[in-house]
């Protein structure tokens, strides 16, 4: 990732490419100066084509941009982080989520994170889960719904899988 330094879990790393689970995290770093969401939900917007069939079968998107505590970028990058779950028992495979997430302004590849919290748990006994929902989690008042993406300037949630 050139001179982006993210964090990165020695598991994924070594993440078969057919890993198939229902849940995934991932980190990012994007073209940016803005420390803002928004450039992330415009990379969906432009992989929606290929991204739309996986989206169908998800229940929760959401992503923000990293603290700047926590990660250090170049000038001009902005980290990003969140998680992909699917409905119910539907799964996705990481080569999958691979092909179809690409866009030039993602600088090196995304880091897929499978998140299995075991039999009878759910997604949110993730460690990396509940730190993001705790971080966050909007306020009831001031959020503002655009083309189906629910965000303030630190979060985006995806709510209509049709992006």
């Keep these: 990732m050139g001179e982006s330094a993210i964090a990165s879990d020695s598991f994924a790393l070594n993440t078969p490419r057919d890993a198939h689970v229902g849940t995934w995290w991932f980190e990012t770093v994007i073209v940016g100066t803005a420390w803002d969401p928004a450039l992330f939900t415009n990379i969906l917007n432009d992989c929606r084509e290929r991204l739309q069939p996986t989206l ?23 980290a990003i982080e969140g998680f992909l779950k699917m409905r119910g028992t539907d799964k996705v495979r990481l080569g999958t989520l691979r092909r179809r997430l690409q866009h030039d302004s993602i600088i090196g590849d995304i880091n897929w994170i499978p998140i299995e919290v075991g039999r009878g748990k759910r997604y949110t006994a ?3 889960i509940q730190n993001f929902l705790e ?3 909007l306020p009831p008042s001031g959020v503002a719904d655009v083309a189906g993406i629910c965000a303030t300037s630190a979060t985006a949630t995806l709510l209509d899988r049709s992006l």
């Design 135 to 137: 971080q966050t989690a």
């Design 56 to 78: 169908n079968k998800s229940s929760i998107f959401s992503y923000a941009c990293r603290e700047h505590s926590t990660v250090l970028v170049a000038t001009g990058q902005v």
């Design 126 to 128: 993730d460690e990396r």
